[in-house]
């Protein structure tokens, strides 16, 4: 027996980034025509050792009655939604399965599913006669294990039967490389995407359903993000979390399909991985490299990308306090907490060290700079507090020159470092300024997360530059530990109810047709741990549960949410399995 039509199996390299729309074709081998093969061979091709041991352990399925929910309105642009997918050959042994209760209504799931097309039949139920189908050392090997474990059941080069649970790929299929189709008929389910994000998200979407409603209706999902980049900002250098916890946190959001987790961790109260070229900024309380390695591999598993930050100018008391002779001082001789002198070389060299040196560790295409709140520029008259470095920007680029200069310039240089070592740039917004000599690299993405700085710039003017904006609104994406500055705890209900991609600063969209997913690629909810005591961690889990299931929810469909906002809570619990 052969593969459905038009499915094809592909030899995997190695998983790669896998983030913010960028599509994954590179790391093939090969893709093979688009023809039936037989799926009984193992792959002739080898297959790197991945760590995936917290990944098998199995999860309970508790089976709760489900109201029926409507999945709502049409199929995600380009997607063909309803349509009949060719299914593989049953074999001619019968499953014992019996469908005693049909399943109905529509998958309830976080986020919700885009478009739901039902038809007449009994629906998917699980059960110990279940085979999860897919050539077990092909390129969804890893998606098909983690299924297997959460249902009990073991995986099958196939043919698919009665009963069975398919996992496969389709070169081509529309609506991008992280959507999915997932037909269930005839007692069987089928899940096919044209990359294996799609392939994950759908198989999400098939455990949510057993935990919501005991199954799966009869009919076709047809789903994908509306936006590319959706995820977690986690501040660990103010806070150690231990590598137990953030492995913990991924596993959440790989359940909410959520794809992108910031690391901050490094900043004037910690510096948190290990480190071989600078050992002497280290925090005693740290991640090792091998743990490092843990959690990127597990991210990389679960189609989640790291994004790792050392912010610099500012925010580098760790490097500071074992080199305070990089301090910036301002015209009294006063230090600038957490601020290198970027006149000095030696500043921009240590950062530089730092960035080459952690760049092999996170694989994934971003770097985050940071460039916020650097104290020379937070004074209200920057040449006046800071005369030898406006000196310097007069001498560099002409009477005009302006301290913002040689922090615009310190920000591009070290992006063309990262470019050098192949990641895109990010940084704060608060690092872009207006009408200075020197520009913003055009390149590097804009992350919004406040206007409260001085000469605070509206979003507007980002998107009017053409560059791309990444939403971390502070007023609804900042959970602050201690709540100061007047920030408090977001519960997620305003998230639900008010945020959107396009609400990047205050509580009002950018101008209509302004923030697409093009120009605003989605956003992150964002821990910072500015009073790290505040909370234990497992509080900190707690609180931010509900928050980022409305994060998910508002970055995977563009509409306004149609459950009210009690009962896609009650959801969510429903669907975490505990």
Same mark, same amino acid.
């Given at each position: 027996?052969?593969?459905?039509?038009?499915?094809?199996?592909?030899? $995997?390299?190695?998983?790669?980034?896998?983030?913010?729309?960028?599509?994954?074709?590179?790391?093939?081998?090969?893709?093979?025509?688009?023809?039936?093969?037989?799926?009984?061979?193992?792959?002739? %091709?080898?297959?790197?050792?991945?760590? *995936?041991?917290?990944?098998?352990?199995? *999860?309970?399925?508790?089976?709760?009655?489900?109201?029926?929910?409507?999945?709502?309105?049409?199929?995600?642009?380009?997607?063909?939604?309803?349509?009949?997918?060719?299914?593989?050959?049953?074999?001619?042994?019968?499953?014992?399965?019996?469908?005693?209760?049909?399943?109905?209504?529509?998958?309830?799931?976080?986020?919700?599913?885009?478009?739901?097309?039902?038809?007449?039949?009994?629906?998917?139920?699980?059960?110990?006669?279940?085979?999860?189908?897919?050539?077990?050392?092909?390129? *969804?090997?890893?998606?098909?294990?983690?299924?297997? +474990?959460?249902?009990?059941?073991?995986?099958?080069?196939?043919?698919?039967?009665?009963?069975?649970?398919?996992?496969?790929?389709?070169?081509?299929?529309?609506?991008?490389?992280?959507?999915?189709?997932?037909?269930?008929?005839?007692?069987?389910?089928?899940?096919? %995407?044209?990359?294996?994000?799609?392939?994950?998200?759908?198989?999400?979407?098939?455990?949510?359903?057993?935990?919501?409603?005991?199954?799966?209706?009869?009919?076709?999902?047809?789903?994908?993000?509306?936006?590319?980049?959706?995820?977690?900002?986690?501040?660990?250098?103010?806070?150690?979390?231990?590598?137990?916890?953030?492995?913990?946190?991924?596993?959440?959001?790989?359940?909410?399909?959520?794809?992108?987790?910031?690391?901050?961790?490094?900043?004037?109260?910690?510096?948190?991985?290990?480190?071989?070229?600078?050992?002497?900024?280290?925090?005693?309380?740290?991640?090792?490299? &091998?743990?490092?390695? $843990?959690?990127?591999? !597990?991210?990389?598993?679960?189609?989640?990308?790291?994004?790792?930050?050392?912010?610099?100018?500012?925010?580098?008391?760790?490097?500071?306090?074992?080199?305070?002779?990089?301090?910036?001082?301002?015209?009294?001789?006063?230090?600038?907490?957490?601020?290198?002198?970027?006149?000095?070389?030696?500043?921009?060299?240590?950062?530089?060290?730092?960035?080459?040196?952690?760049?092999?560790?996170?694989?994934?295409?971003?770097?985050?700079?940071?460039?916020?709140?650097?104290?020379?520029?937070?004074?209200?008259?920057?040449?006046?507090? =800071?005369?030898? /470095?406006? &000196? !310097?920007?007069?001498?560099?680029?002409?009477?005009?020159?302006?301290?913002?200069?040689?922090?615009? %310039?310190?920000?591009?240089?070290?992006?063309?470092?990262?470019?050098?070592?192949?990641?895109?740039?990010?940084?704060?917004?608060?690092?872009?300024? $207006?009408?200075?000599?020197?520009?913003? &690299?055009?390149?590097?993405?804009?992350? =919004?997360?406040? +206007?409260?700085?001085?000469?605070?710039?509206?979003?507007?003017?980002?998107?009017?530059?053409?560059?791309?904006?990444?939403? /971390?609104?502070?007023?609804?994406?900042? =959970?602050?530990?201690?709540?100061?500055?007047?920030?408090?705890?977001?519960?997620?209900?305003?998230?639900?109810?008010?945020?959107?991609?396009?609400?990047? $600063?205050?509580?009002?969209?950018?101008?209509?047709?302004?923030?697409?997913?093009?120009?605003?690629?989605?956003?992150?909810?964002?821990?910072?741990?500015?009073?790290?005591?505040?909370?234990?961690?497992?509080?900190?889990?707690?609180?931010?549960?509900?928050?980022?299931?409305?994060?998910?929810?508002?970055?995977?469909?563009?509409?306004?949410?149609?459950?009210?906002?009690?009962?896609?809570?009650?959801? =969510?619990?429903?669907?975490?399995?505990?």
């Amino acid at each position: 027996m052969g593969l459905p039509v038009g499915i094809t199996r592909i030899t $995997r390299i190695a998983r790669i980034a896998r983030v913010s729309g960028v599509t994954r074709s590179a790391r093939w081998a090969r893709v093979a025509p688009r023809r039936p093969l037989v799926r009984h061979r193992p792959s002739a %091709a080898p297959r790197r050792l991945r760590v *995936l041991p917290a990944l098998l352990a199995a *999860l309970a399925l508790p089976v709760a009655a489900g109201c029926s929910h409507d999945g709502g309105g049409a199929a995600p642009s380009g997607r063909s939604g309803g349509r009949d997918d060719a299914r593989s050959t049953q074999a001619a042994a019968p499953s014992s399965t019996a469908q005693v209760t049909p399943v109905t209504g529509s998958p309830r799931t976080v986020p919700a599913v885009r478009s739901f097309t039902a038809r007449g039949g009994p629906g998917w139920r699980p059960s110990s006669a279940v085979r999860v189908v897919t050539d077990p050392e092909g390129p *969804l090997a890893d998606e098909a294990r983690l299924l297997a +474990g959460e249902l009990k059941v073991t995986i099958a080069p196939g043919p698919a039967r009665a009963g069975d649970v398919e996992l496969a790929l389709r070169p081509g299929q529309r609506g991008g490389p992280e959507s999915y189709e997932l037909t269930t008929r005839d007692g069987r389910v089928l899940i096919t %995407a044209p990359d294996e994000a799609g392939v994950f998200y759908g198989t999400r979407t098939l455990v949510q359903s057993v935990r919501s409603g005991g199954g799966l209706p009869e009919g076709v999902i047809a789903d994908a993000p509306d936006r590319p980049q959706r995820g977690l900002q986690l501040d660990t250098a103010r806070k150690h979390f231990t590598a137990e916890w953030i492995e913990a946190r991924l596993r959440e959001m790989a359940d909410l399909k959520l794809n992108q987790l910031g690391l901050h961790f490094s900043d004037d109260q910690g510096f948190r991985i290990e480190s071989s070229t600078h050992p002497e900024i280290v925090s005693p309380e740290h991640l090792t490299k &091998d743990e490092v390695r $843990r959690i990127v591999n !597990l991210a990389n598993s679960l189609h989640i990308t790291v994004v790792p930050e050392i912010d610099s100018p500012g925010h580098l008391g760790a490097v500071l306090k074992a080199h305070p002779d990089l301090q910036l001082r301002d015209a009294t001789g006063t230090p600038s907490r957490g601020a290198v002198d970027i006149s000095l070389p030696g500043a921009a060299r240590i950062v530089d060290d730092l960035l080459r040196e952690f760049t092999p560790l996170f694989p994934g295409p971003y770097w985050h700079l940071g460039a916020d709140e650097y104290r020379a520029l937070m004074a209200r008259d920057p040449q006046g507090s =800071y005369p030898h /470095l406006a &000196d !310097l920007a007069r001498q560099r680029y002409g009477s005009q020159g302006r301290v913002q200069d040689l922090a615009t %310039a310190w920000l591009n240089d070290r992006a063309a470092v990262v470019r050098s070592l192949g990641k895109k740039a990010k940084a704060w917004n608060d690092g872009f300024f $207006r009408g200075g000599l020197v520009a913003p &690299d055009q390149a590097i993405e804009v992350e =919004y997360w406040t +206007g409260r700085e001085l000469g605070a710039r509206n979003p507007q003017e980002y998107l009017n530059e053409g560059r791309t904006v990444v939403n /971390l609104n502070d007023q609804y994406l900042y =959970y602050v530990l201690g709540e100061p500055n007047e920030f408090r705890y977001p519960t997620g209900e305003l998230i639900y109810k008010e945020w959107s991609p396009a609400v990047l $600063r205050g509580t009002k969209p950018v101008a209509a047709g302004t923030a697409d997913p093009r120009r605003v690629p989605g956003g992150r909810f964002a821990v910072w741990c500015d009073h790290a005591d505040a909370q234990t961690p497992d509080q900190v889990a707690n609180g931010i549960r509900l928050p980022l299931a409305a994060v998910s929810q508002r970055l995977w469909d563009p509409r306004p949410p149609r459950t009210p906002w009690q009962e896609f809570g009650a959801l =969510y619990t429903a669907v975490r399995g505990g």
